[in-house]
């Protein structure tokens, strides 16, 4: 089956440092995902992003993120001046289209550790 | 209003027992398409079974079947014949099909299977 891909699976920074994670989704899909999940916990919706725009955003997405389509495969969200409590597994994922029953393929996560 | 309510946030099997994992959601939405996701203690988030609102039959893949009762507005996800691999995290999920590009998880339930 195909795979998104993420790299790296983990990343540790200083508080304040700019980190930019990267994501390749399936080649055929359309919609791009980010997702947070703290501590193993909930995961948290972070942006959907669709023909080189945000498609939605959630209130986690703040001004210090920010996403893009550099080329034609990679997907990267970006987070300006990390803090303590962006700490958290990263999830990328991407659906073909848009319908509702759409299934939702993830990555295998970055791992953010911000000290 | 959570829009998907995960009760239980853990619970124990015997090997080769049934058990089943509850999920209700909320929306006003008549399209919209509900889906179980495991997380093993190594991250990965990994697909298990899709339902539809139209959808008049409970899904079924393999030992997982979806108790659907759109009444209700519950989604529970019943794991025949537990095995030890079982062991994880079960997240249920929902796509609303109107004005919507995100997917929305509940917070969880941990599932430990028992030898």
Sequence with gaps: ?115 | AQKITQTQPGMFVQEKEAVTLDCTYDTSDQSYGLFWYKQPSSGEMIFLIYQGSYDEQNATEGRYSLNFQKARKSANLVISASQLGDSAMYFCAMREGAGTYKYIFGTGTRLKVLA
């Design chain 1, 1 to 115: 089956e195909p795979e998104v891909t993420q790299t790296p699976s983990h990343q540790v920074t200083q508080m304040g440092q700019e980190v930019i994670l990267r994501c390749v989704p399936i080649s055929n899909h359309l919609y791009f995902y980010w997702y947070r999940q703290i501590l193993g916990q909930k995961v948290e919706f972070l942006v959907s992003f669709y023909n080189n725009e945000i498609s939605e955003k959630s209130e986690i997405f703040d001004d210090q993120f920010s996403v893009e389509r550099p080329d034609g495969s990679n997907f990267t969200l970006k987070i300006r001046s990390t803090k303590l409590e962006d700490s958290a597994m990263y999830f990328c994922a991407s659906t073909r289209d848009s319908y509702y029953n759409e299934k939702l393929f993830f990555g295998s996560g970055t791992q953010l550790s911000v000290l």
